[in-house]
């Protein structure tokens, strides 16, 4: 049995498709378009997963889209009704979208399969779980738990907000949901906007600003106040009461009512790109500290309806990695999975799951042994030697091919140590927002400019930005507090004490970018100013030629540990092939490229000529 997930129109839309159960392939359509969060229908990435499976659509056996347009449009509906004559703006704003497309999205789907092959719409069935439950599905299917309580957790799906479930075999059960417009996911969306960072884009800038803030000190507090008596009530069991007084998303066209929160915080909306000052960065750590009291709750529930000692989770929130550390922290549950495509891109793979288990039915069979079944995470495109030298000869490139691996991994580990900056192509590239290690830049994490240098000379993003660090599994805990996988970089952890650097006395009262590029640990390019960092387990099992340049820079250094961010420059998706990664790798300062076995010198290549300013190519996000 082959199924077919869709996630699209919304943003990051996607496909999936699994067979008897298993996951065979999943991709976003940003990857294939270059349009970063691409909405669009995804005809590319269908194609792909086809492809990769062999088959046609009249071959599958469903197609599944990830959400009930009805029910959410039935929301929409009620929404401006209850808050008429407010938003009629924005209810002749989106009308016209929902009357042409959304209503209608049976034959807009069917016409745009039609442009892949046509589709005998008798013998493949067509269906539409709810967001909730694709999201739900996403998790709990490919975890390696029989039974397990489900949380759920984004801005919004046709009503819901947030969910508790419970997984049991091949079933899930909804037993709670927060509905529409009150919303951890929208609160938390709405400080990434009057912050001045980019809404379903720029919410982890916001996670990653946070720990900026003066800890403990009474602004911070003060915020904390002022958020948890005029903007948000938060009940013990994990829902929450947003007051409208003060939002806009419901019926507006922005997400906050700007003069009123001006007024209560004591500043106005930053706009995009203007300077960070020591009050944005107390306001972030503020709503911070908010989310997390709030994602404890809802995990304290979620332990309270299921008795279950397993957790998983999914939905954008799932993608705060601080409060999933936090929660992890907490003991609440034994075992926490968070899927790695937590967002809508994941919901077409969550669609596919719950139409296998739930329409059709079908056993589950679980190997507690097993991390998940999503092996590692690397479900898209792969690339090879032919396709490399493809690009060689259109832009006549210069590369050494190793025909010895070790002698590759050997070079690599010696150039990183030598402070170069690696851009890394191999295998299948990674499903959902995070390069783990298939489509990603690599360099050495003990060196004290390495922060600074990538952030500006490589990605050209902010400078308050941190980096992930990659580890080997088997040595997680001689560097960070944690002795468990991480593999798809979803838990905040500090690092051990024993390698940190103590601040002077002084260095809460110093602003942001003093305290940026201060010495904190003896991995100080991934060492967060809270001595957190991002952790990513690298397991031989999921990625071995990984794992092997890990245990060759070990060998070499004597420290498992590499700096691993996303390859890409700012405002541009991920690269998928081998053309995309050598663009990227020559327009920036990147000093070598490896894709697969080959190794590309940029001392040794062509001189590159943009026919335009290429960093107006990629809108900033």
């Known amino acids: 049995m082959t199924i077919l997930g869709i996630s699209a129109f919304y943003h990051d839309s996607a496909a999936a498709i699994i067979a008897n159960g298993e996951i065979i392939a999943a991709a976003q359509e940003e990857r294939f378009t270059r349009i970063k969060h691409d909405s669009a229908f995804p005809e590319n990435a269908i194609r792909f997963c086809l492809q990769r499976t062999g088959r046609s659509l009249n071959d599958l056996d469903a197609i599944v889209f990830y959400e009930k347009p009805m029910l959410k449009f039935e929301r929409l509906l009620e929404t401006y009704y209850n808050f008429s004559p407010k938003g009629v703006r924005s209810f002749v704003t989106a009308m016209p979208s929902w009357i042409k497309e959304k209503l209608f999205l049976k034959k807009v789907i069917y016409e745009a399969l039609g442009k ?98 003066n800890k403990g000190s009474a602004r911070v507090a003060g915020y904390v106040d002022l958020i948890r008596k005029h903007l948000v009530d938060i009940k013990e069991d994990g829902s929450i009461f947003l007051n409208q007084d003060y939002f806009n998303y419901a019926v507006g066209l922005t997400m906050v009512k700007e003069a009123k929160w001006a007024k209560l915080f004591g500043f106005p909306l930053r706009l995009p790109e203007n300077n960070l000052e020591q009050h944005h960065c107390d306001l972030a750590m503020a709503i911070q500290e908010v989310a997390e009291e709030i994602v404890l709750n809802l995990g304290r529930e979620a332990r309270r309806l299921t008795g279950c000692d397993t957790l998983c989770m999914a939905g954008g929130v799932a993608l705060n990695c601080v409060a999933n550390g936090k929660l992890d922290d907490a003991k609440i549950f034994n075992k926490i999975f968070v899927t790695p495509a937590s967002g809508d891109a994941g919901g077409a793979l969550g669609a596919a799951y719950a139409a296998y288990y739930i329409y059709f039915n079908q056993p589950r069979q679980v190997d507690p042994a097993r991390m998940d079944n999503l092996t590692g995470s690397y479900l898209g495109p792969e690339y090879s030697a032919l396709d490399v030298e493809a690009v060689c000869n259109k832009y006549n490139a210069q590369a050494e091919r190793f025909t010895n691996e070790d002698a590759l991994l050997k070079q690599t580990a010696l150039l990183i140590s030598d402070g170069n900056v690696i851009g890394w192509h191999q295998g299948r590239m990674e499903f959902g927002p995070r390069a783990l290690g298939a489509r990603s830049i690599i360099a050495d994490a003990r060196n004290s400019e390495m922060q600074k240098k990538l952030n500006l000379k490589i990605k050209y993003r902010e400078g308050f930005r941190p980096f992930a660090p990659i580890v080997l599994s088997e040595d997680v805990s001689e560097y960070f507090e944690h002795n468990a996988p991480s593999p798809y970089m979803l838990l905040v952890k500090p690092v051990k004490k024993g390698r940190q650097i103590p601040y002077g006395d002084d260095y809460e009262q110093k602003e942001l970018l003093d305290k940026l590029y201060f010495l904190r640990s003896d991995i100080p390019a991934v060492t967060h100013i809270d001595y957190s960092a991002r952790i990513q387990t690298v397991h031989r099992d999921t990625n071995k030629k990984l794992w092997e340049l890990l245990q060759a820079f070990k060998k070499l250094t004597g420290c498992s540990v590499l700096v691993n961010t996303s390859f890409n420059v700012r405002g541009e998706p991920i690269v998928n092939t081998p053309e995309d990664a050598y663009r990227c790798f020559m327009r920036t300062d990147m000093d070598y490229l490896v894709i697969g076995n080959f190794l590309f010198d940029k001392k040794k290549q062509p001189e590159w000529v943009e026919k335009k300013d290429w960093k107006t190519e990629f809108a900033l996000d």
């Open 116 to 213: 892949i092959e046509k589709l005998d719409r008798k013998k493949v069935k067509l269906l539409f779980p709810e967001h909730h439950l694709s999201h739900a599905a996403s998790a709990f299917y490919p975890s390696s738990f029989e039974n397990s309580a489900i949380l759920t957790i984004d801005g919004v799906g046709e009503w819901a907000t947030a969910s508790i479930c419970k997984g049991t075999g091949n079933s899930i059960t909804i037993l709670k949901q927060l509905d529409f417009p009150h919303s951890l996911g929208l609160l938390y969306s709405a400080f990434t906007y009057f912050l001045g960072f980019k809404v379903n884009s720029g919410e982890y800038k916001l996670m990653g600003l946070a720990p900026y803030g």
